[in-house]
C-alpha cells in the first residue's frame, strides 16, 4: 500500500517541493543578507566633455520616390443642402472631431 501511495503522489509532491524550492530561491531566501553599514557607499571621480559648436558640412538627402494609400477611406456628407462660401481647411490638412471645416 506504502508504495501505491509513493507511485501515485510521489510525482506531486515532487512537483511542489521543486515549486516551494524554487519561489523560494525568486524571492532571495538562498542569497547571503547584507546588514545595515558593512558596505559605505563611496564617491566616483568622473570627469565631464567639453562641449563645441560642429559645422554641418553637407547635409545628406536621399529622395524616395512611390505612392501613398490610405488604409480606410471616409465619405463626408451635409445633412442639409445649401452652398459652402468659404472652406477653412487645405487639402491635406490634419483634421480632428469637432473641428471646423467650412
Request: glycine content about 10%; aromatic content about 10%; overall charge positive.
Amino acid at each position: 500500500m506504502k508504495e501505491n501511495f509513493m507511485k501515485g503522489y510521489g510525482k506531486y509532491i515532487l512537483f511542489v517541493v521543486v515549486i516551494v524550492i524554487t519561489l523560494l530561491w525568486l524571492s532571495g531566501f538562498f542569497t547571503p543578507k547584507i546588514k545595515s553599514g558593512e558596505i559605505k557607499p563611496h564617491a566616483k571621480k568622473v570627469s565631464g566633455l567639453k562641449v563645441g559648436e560642429v559645422e554641418v558640412v553637407e547635409a545628406l538627402q536621399t529622395p524616395y520616390f512611390g505612392l501613398v494609400q490610405p488604409d480606410d477611406r471616409a465619405e463626408i456628407a451635409s445633412r442639409v443642402f445649401g452652398r459652402v462660401e468659404r472652406v477653412f481647411v487645405k487639402e491635406g490638412d490634419a483634421v480632428s472631431t469637432g473641428k471646423l471645416l467650412a
